[in-house]
């Protein structure tokens, strides 16, 4: 295996600042674990689920977003308003594979994200679980 840049694992902590939630075009794909989870925090059928809160994008289910690009779950002042029951794509933020394909890459991110390179330390087993989709954040 090539030497990774985050061999000695990386910081984050989520500042609840929303920025990843307010990304212009940015777009949050589901998976059915994640409207099972989305119904179960607001006592739904994933139906519900599906009208109220997702539209299809091509072949993909993915959460609605306002006018202005921002999550229909986020909240100034509040972030995101179903922390607990967010997506995995959410849930694994920072560590996307655009993010760790590089250092240059995660600095990047880390000048929009002032959660990245501060708080917890993720170990590179932590870190590569998160990738291979094996844990939440």
Known sequence: MDEV??????RFSCQKCGKCCRIPNGIVYLTEKDIKRIAEFFDLSG???FSRFTHREHKY???NEFSNGDCIFFREGKGCIIYSARPEQCRTF??????LRSQIAWDSAAAE????????LYS??????ILSNG???
């Open 135 to 137: 844990k939440d954040t």
């Open 113 to 120: 994200c002032p959660g990245m390179n501060s708080g917890k």
């Open 47 to 49: 139906e519900e689920v």
């Open 124 to 129: 590179f087993e932590e870190i590569e679980k």
């Open 5 to 10: 840049f985050y061999k000695n694992g990386l």
């Open 94 to 99: 920072p560590f996307w594979r655009q993010n």
């Open 61 to 63: 289910r993915v959460l």
